[in-house]
């Protein structure tokens, strides 16, 4: 079974611009979830998707914004890069019943550099 | 607001020894705890999940335990390998309703050959 896959695993971008990641779940989970990870602010979470449908925000601003398909599929959009954003960002789905509900499982990430 | 802490930081210890990580949070109000290991420059790895009405999960060579009371979780690794070198992370789940995940900074093992 295939598990989470992000694309694209590296980016650079400069100042200004703006970038879209993409993460396809676990075949079966309808959950999605967005992290940021820096040295400085650990693992903080971004938003999480189910069904198509916002369900929880984490404290970031409006720049930061998702989506999520018919096919569980989810997309992160960062418009007007800052240098602070630099990080890497991780994706993570789960089943949302069964035994193994809740259980996280995290995709290896896109690290995104802002220059 | 929910925050998570790890003491410690980092630890260093000869292969063989048993361990034990700390986790503290301090809204007792969670609905359950994961812990995780992430090795460097990759994503993390669920390792033990235990809901808020559970004391403990076990899963091979490693156990965790809950005191949702006093807000604290242990992972316990026991007989130490060169392989359990990585990051640690505890992370809470505030409710029932979605995945939003509050992590701790992680706890960096290292385990000497």
């Known amino acids: 079974k295939a598990g989470v896959t992000q694309t694209p695993r590296y980016l650079i971008k400069t100042r200004g611009q703006q970038v879209t990641l993409s993460c396809s779940p676990i075949s079966g989970h309808r959950s999605v979830s967005w992290y940021q990870q820096t040295p400085g602010q650990g693992l903080q979470f971004l938003f999480e998707y189910f069904s198509e449908t916002q369900r929880n925000k984490g404290n970031f601003p409006g720049r930061f914004s998702g989506r999520q398909f018919s096919n569980s599929r989810s997309e992160m959009n960062v418009s007007t890069l800052e240098l602070g954003d630099s990080a890497l960002y991780l994706c993570?789905?789960?089943?949302?019943?069964?035994?193994?509900?809740?259980?996280?499982?995290f995709g290896a990430g896109t690290r995104l550099s802002v220059l | 607001k929910q925050e998570v802490t790890q003491i410690p930081a980092a630890l260093s210890v000869p292969e063989g020894e048993n361990l034990v990580l700390n986790c503290s949070f301090t809204?007792?109000?969670?609905?359950?705890l994961q812990w995780f290991r992430q090795d460097p420059g990759k994503g993390l790895t669920s390792l033990l999940l235990?809901?808020?009405?559970?004391r403990e999960q076990t899963s091979g060579r490693l156990n965790a335990s809950l005191d949702k009371s006093s807000g604290r979780s242990t992972l316990y690794i026991a007989a130490s390998q060169p392989g359990d070198s990585a990051t640690y992370l505890c992370a809470v789940n505030p409710d029932n309703y979605g995945q939003n995940f509050v992590f701790g900074p992680g706890t960096r093992l290292s385990v000497l050959p």
């Open positions: 235990i809901q808020s009405s559970q």
């Open positions: 993570a789905s789960s089943f949302e019943t069964g035994k193994a509900k809740n259980i996280q499982y």
């Open positions: 809204d007792s109000a969670i609905y359950n």
